[in-house]
């Protein structure tokens, strides 16, 4: 289990710790609340994701909210082994909103798809979700629209990119 301890700098000044959870952790409770459909998925003996669920508390340890990060290989194509992360939902408990949770957590499981090889990560927002694109903006991601004008009843997002800032040193030289 890896623990990274956040001082935000911000106006609110909160402490913020984010740590990879499971069920025996005192945050469980709050993550299966939170981010109930991928705790299902997770559970699931014929889903094959890797999740891995993460937790921001404060110095008091309350929980403040949650992500979940899928991490494996790509699965297809030249690429099939290639390890790469899908974020599969975030979320902060409404009230502690706007005091750097959601970044930490962002980064978080960002550092942990990068320790686990991944090259990139992705995931989707829809378009109408301002404090989301607000988010991933403030980190300057990538954006890429999805929406496609041809299909019967097109899905409006973007999908968010975030690439490995170390892959290039990685990859090694042939
Ligand atoms: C999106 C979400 C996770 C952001 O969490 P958060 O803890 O409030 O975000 P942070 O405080 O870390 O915000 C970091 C930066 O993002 C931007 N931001 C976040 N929320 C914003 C909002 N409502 N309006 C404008 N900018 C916003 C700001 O630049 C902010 O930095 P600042 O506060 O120093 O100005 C949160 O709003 C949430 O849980 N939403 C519901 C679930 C959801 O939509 N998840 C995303 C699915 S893709």
Known sequence: MIKYHLAHAGRWAVDISVRTVGPESDEWGGVVKLLPRAVVWSEDPND???????????????????????????????LAEETIGFLEDIEVIEEHRRRGVGRALLRSALDLAWERGARSVRWTVDYGNAAGIALYSSLGLAFVPEEDPDAEHPEKCYTVVAANPAAEDTRGTP
């Open 48 to 78: 094959t994701g890797d999740y891995h669920f993460l937790a921001a508390t404060d110095e008091t340890g309350r929980f403040l909210g949650g992500c979940v990060i899928d991490i494996g290989p790509m699965g297809f194509g030249p």
